[in-house]
């Protein structure tokens, strides 16, 4: 079953990637952005001769809110995310909006936060902006999530395990003509040396490690904040079906 691999919205220092998979009637959407851009989304579906109603599939790779802000706008579509994610993230969440002192837990939710010596007063604004923009009815509704350790995708995309940015991040690979790698922020960028005001890796040691891994196979990549592209290694993929 072979996909075709459609930007919606193109990665930016700030908002993340969108990407439609088709395949056949069957439509999927690989992360949804910020809340505040939805009527950016609309405009990129409507201007592809689809409505929110004709997506069938949302995979969220991982749960930042520059990823997910916008499930809810596909009301027919399940919701494919990890169990293991969601329930990290719901945690930090929620501790750090019940919080005075995030940057204590910052610490525990991020513990290698010591060496990036962030001040006080970024990690507080950085909260400020979190409170703003997280909502988690925005995730879609919940009767619609299926666990992405346990989903069966459609045929021709596999979910594969890709942590390091955090701790149960995932990326898609896509059975396209030339197979394609729908990353997320397990490759920020092409140029790693591009700032990317997202948050710090949760391991930085298997954030590079997961990185050089999909660079490694020479597929195509479509990175979570900018512009897809081609890796000079080759390589493969074993088939896995599902997350493990």
């Not at 197979?179 to 140029?191: K, Q, W, Y």
Request: hydrophobic letters at 45%.
């Amino acid at each position: 079953m072979r996909w075709t691999v459609t930007p919606l919205l193109e990665g930016t220092s700030y908002s993340s990637s969108c990407t439609l998979l088709a395949s056949g009637a069957a439509r999927v959407i690989v992360d949804t952005g910020l809340l505040l851009q939805e009527g950016q989304l609309r405009a990129a579906i409507a201007a592809r001769g689809l409505a929110p109603d004709d997506i069938d599939v949302v995979i969220n790779t991982h749960l930042h809110l520059d990823h997910c802000g916008n499930n809810s706008l596909f009301p027919r579509a399940i919701i494919v995310l990890s169990r293991a994610e969601w329930t990290w993230t719901d945690a930090f969440y929620q501790a750090l909006f019940t919080s005075r002192t995030p940057e204590q837990v910052a610490a525990r939710f991020y513990p290698e936060i010591g060496a990036h010596a962030l001040q006080t007063r970024t990690i507080r604004n950085v909260a400020r902006l979190a409170r703003l923009f997280w909502r988690r009815e925005r995730l879609g509704d919940e009767a619609r999530f299926r666990w992405a350790e346990e989903a069966d995708l459609p045929p021709g995309l596999e979910l594969l395990p890709t942590p390091g940015h955090t701790p149960h991040h995932l990326s898609v690979r896509v059975d396209a003509a030339d197979p394609v790698i729908v990353a997320g922020d397990a490759v920020l960028t092409e140029d790693p040396a591009v700032k990317v005001r997202t948050m710090i890796p949760h391991s930085q040691v298997q954030f590079a490690a997961t990185r050089q891994r999909l660079l490694d196979l020479g597929v195509r990549i479509i990175p979570g904040h900018g512009r897809g592209f081609q890796p000079a290694a080759a390589g493969r993929l074993e088939p896995s079906g599902r997350a493990s």
